[in-house]
């Protein structure tokens, strides 16, 4: 079964702190895919990015930064110089490789962490 | 581009009433659709999930049920509402072929008292 941890609740820094969210999935699938979703206060869910098992390559984007392990199965996500719109719940999610035309059976099913309630204060 | 809607965005229901959320997308074909809750703990529970019209698959069983009618359209219902029932709604969608992002609607928030 897949399973996705994402370990800090909350997390609380001031304006222009760097931060990192973790994320770390069980999976027994060799091909999968990995997402981060953020929701702000308005509540619909926005994502971010989405990285597949085969591409283990950083990326960069603007403040927001991603680490993908496969060695240690995490997924990690880092804000350099945060700021107050950051705040909001990040959630790490884990998609099996989808349906019958991609060789799965789960119709791209999204497994979500609990996600990580970060506050930015000013 | 694709848009998603979802209503009401916000209900308040007695409990033992019926429940009718409906969620269109625009823009797209054949796409799967979702169903989440996301209770007062944030995790987001997959409900229902499509991949085309009349085809619902269950994840957990609960007191709610799921249709699709229309291609884009996807309808979550339920004859008599709980206390347990209240939540975040949120409705998303993705392409066909699976294994890419789903993308989600403003969601429904429902209080049953």
């Known amino acids: 079964a897949q399973k996705v941890t994402q370990a800090q609740t909350e997390i609380s820094v001031v304006e222009k702190e760097d931060v990192t969210l973790d994320c770390v999935y069980e999976?027994?699938?060799?091909?999968?895919?990995l997402f981060w979703y953020k929701q702000p206060p308005s509540g619909e869910l926005v994502f971010l990015i989405r990285r597949n098992s085969f591409d283990e390559q950083n990326e960069i984007s603007g403040r927001y930064s991603w680490n993908f392990q496969k060695s240690t199965s995490s997924f990690n996500f880092t804000i350099t110089a945060s700021q107050v719109v950051d705040s909001a719940v990040y959630f790490c999610a884990l998609s099996e490789a989808g349906g019958p035309m991609a060789g799965g059976t789960s119709y791209g099913k999204l497994t979500f962490g609990q996600g990580t309630i970060l506050t930015v204060h000013p | 581009s694709q848009t998603i809607h979802q209503w009401p965005a916000t209900l308040v229901q007695p409990v033992g009433s019926p429940l009718s959320l409906e969620c269109t997308v625009e823009?797209?074909?054949?796409?799967?659709l979702y169903w989440y809750r996301q209770a007062a703990g944030r995790g987001l529970q997959l409900l229902f999930y499509?991949?085309?019209?009349?085809?619902i698959s269950s994840e957990v069983p609960q007191n709610l049920s799921a249709s699709r009618p229309q291609d884009r359209q996807f309808i979550l219902s339920s004859k008599k509402l709980l206390l347990s029932d209240s939540g975040f709604y949120l409705c998303a969608w993705s392409p066909l072929v699976g294994g890419v992002e789903q993308f989600f609607g403003p969601g429904t928030r429902l209080t049953v008292l």
């Open positions: 823009g797209t074909s054949n796409p799967n």
């Open positions: 999976t027994r699938d060799t091909t999968y895919y």
């Open positions: 499509s991949v085309g019209i009349g085809q």
